[in-house]
């Protein structure tokens, strides 16, 4: 049974930073694609960032130069480095994987909070 956990939200001031990690089990790490996507109150989920089997990475305009991925296949952890955080950042941030042959995530982790104010 693949299962994914997410830590290291909280409360954060405009232009701190947090890390985020997903830890996964049940599931052959290394062959499965890992997304960050959040989901802002009264707002669609969107796609944050990911990172494939091979490590190719890819963000949304919004994050770029900000917010790092990045994965420890041995740790079966994927990562979200955050740093000059943002008001508009806060959201609940979820971690999701999919095997790199089919479209769509099909696995979620349970998400955890991102708030950033003063």
């Known amino acids: 049974q693949v299962q994914l956990v997410e830590s290291g939200g909280g409360l954060v001031q405009p232009g701190g930073s947090l890390r985020l990690s997903c830890a996964a089990s049940g599931m052959i790490f290394s062959m499965y694609v890992s997304g960050w996507f959040r989901q802002a109150p009264g707002k669609q989920r969107e796609l944050v960032a990911t990172i494939t089997s091979g490590g190719t990475t890819n963000y949304v305009d919004s994050v770029k130069g900000r917010f790092t991925i990045s994965r420890d296949n041995a740790k079966n952890t994927v990562y979200l480095q955050m740093n000059s955080l943002k008001p508009e950042d806060t959201a609940v941030y979820y971690c999701?994987?999919?095997?790199?042959?089919?479209?769509?995530?099909?696995?979620w982790g349970q998400g955890t909070q991102v708030t950033v104010s003063s």
């Open positions: 999701a994987a999919r095997r790199d042959i089919v479209p769509n995530y099909n696995h």
